[in-house]
T-cell receptor, first 116, second 109 residues
Framework: SAVISQKPSRDICQRGTSLTIQCQVD?????MFWYRQQPGQSLTLIAT?????????ESGFVIDKFPISRPNLTFSTLTVSNLSPEDSSIYLC?????????????FGPGTRLTVL | AQRVTQPEKLLSVFKGAPVELKCNYS??????LFWYVQYSRQRLQLLLR??SRESIKGFTADLNKGETSFHLKKPFAQEEDSAMYYC???????????FGTGTRLKVLA
């Protein structure tokens, strides 16, 4: 299984600023995903990031608020822009697992964001 | 609508007792279902997937298409099973997951 790291592990930010979260994988993967987990709630997919193309956003999430980069097959960033307290969540990246077998995903440790 | 429902937020059982974590789904196609587990201060990790019909750490889960359920079971709970458990459905062909809200399992000594 892939080993995934995220930076930062946690941050406290002021309203109106932005935070960029990095996701690094130890192997090349085609598909990377970004999720949000709001306090006491389940994981919600923000977008799918494929190398060489624009990220695909889920309903309710827009590129202006959550710009994503995917410069190569082992790295992606998610920026949460113009922060408000409602953005306080855990943000997780995940990557595809064994292709052709099943749609397994492997998750990073998450980034805990608190917006004051 | 595609949905995964885990009706219990918290389930407490005594060590050695049987465990059943409930998961129901709503999906128009042929579902691929997973159980993920998150132990305290650890990342979310795959526990098992229905397509493999495997048993991991004594846990099993059977897909019941008639009842649209994928309940997670273990005959004898251990204290180390205490964790957050998430049921997830993969949307066919997309690698997208729909997660349930999770059930926190507490195994009491």
């Amino acid at each position: 299984s892939a080993v995934i790291s995220q930076k930062p592990s946690r941050d406290i930010c002021q309203r109106g600023t932005s935070l960029t979260i990095q996701c690094q994988v130890d192997s090349q993967v085609t598909m990377m995903f970004w999720y949000r987990q709001q306090p006491g709630q389940s994981l919600t997919l923000i977008a799918t990031a494929n190398q060489g193309s624009e990220a695909t956003y889920e309903s309710g999430f827009v590129i202006d608020k959550f710009p994503i980069s995917r410069p190569n097959l082992t790295f992606s960033t998610l920026t949460v822009s113009n922060l408000s307290p409602e953005d306080s969540s855990i943000y997780l990246c995940s990557v595809e697992g064994e292709r052709g077998v099943t749609d397994t995903q492997y998750f990073g440790p998450g980034t805990r964001l608190t917006v004051l | 609508a595609q949905r995964v429902t885990q009706p219990e937020k918290l389930l407490s059982v005594f060590k050695g007792a049987p465990v059943e974590l409930k998961c129901n789904y709503s999906y128009s196609g042929s579902p691929e279902l997973f159980w993920y587990v998150q132990y305290s201060r650890q990342r979310l990790q795959l526990l098992l997937r229905h397509i493999s019909r495997e048993s991991i750490k004594g846990f099993t889960a059977d897909l019941n298409k008639g009842e649209t359920s994928f309940h997670l079971k273990k005959p004898f709970a251990q204290e180390e099973d205490s964790a957050m458990y998430y049921c997830a459905l993969s949307v066919s062909g997309t690698y997208k997951y729909i997660f349930g809200t999770g059930t926190r399992l507490k195994v009491l000594a």
